[in-house]
């Protein structure tokens, strides 16, 4: 069984690495954000960023720094048998949360593309109102979970303690291999 945590630059290709393990290999793919968009709609009934922010401060405040990694951990164990493959865990905002994953002997993984392309992306992906974004914008979101807002947020702060960093710079195929390269499924 693998567990790993996808870390990395906004709109870098973590979730289209974690669902290629899902459809390919059997992956159970438990992303932070939808844990918090669940509970912030659980709590708020909505799920817009400031409210996302909001509910993801008051789960830390509540069950400590990487309880996003420990919700996802506790999932997966209850529900294994389906996931032969292991634990894909992406998403990550804060070190705790990617520590967490490395405690339970998984290993962390972070992703990274050119601003330009990222920022086509996340256009292109259309979740949360993103296709009206600019890209001032974008750099200023990027900046504010990068930890230069708040602290508690600092998805840079995860790079130095993956185990392979990966750039998507060119086509998903080369992308897609180096990942699986580094977590050792090219076989």
């Known amino acids: 069984m693998k567990i790993v945590g996808l870390a990395g630059a906004l709109s870098s290709g973590k979730d289209s690495l974690a669902n290629y393990l899902v459809e390919h290999r059997k992956f159970c793919h438990v992303s932070t954000g939808d844990l918090v968009r669940q509970e912030a709609q659980k709590r708020y009934g909505s799920i817009e960023r ?6 993801a401060n008051e789960l830390r405040n509540e069950r400590g720094h990487g309880v996003l990694g420990e919700m996802a951990l506790e999932y997966y164990e209850k529900n294994k048998q389906k996931y032969p493959g292991g634990l894909i865990v992406s998403g990550f905002r804060a070190l705790a949360e990617a520590e967490a994953v490395k405690k339970a002997g998984g290993i962390i993984i972070y992703t990274d593309a050119p601003f330009e ?7 292109g992906r259309g979740r949360d109102k993103e296709t009206q974004i600019t890209a001032e914008e974008f750099k200023e979101r990027e900046a504010k979970e990068n930890g230069e807002v708040d602290p508690a947020f600092n998805i840079s702060a995860i790079k130095p303690i993956a185990e392979a960093v990966i750039l998507n710079d060119s086509s998903f195929e080369a992308f897609l ?5 580094a977590v050792k499924l090219n076989s």
Request: net charge positive.
């Open 50 to 55: 400031p409210v996302l922010y909001k509910t």
């Open 117 to 123: 392309k990222r920022y086509e992306w996340m256009k």
């Open 177 to 181: 291999d180096k990942f699986l390269k």
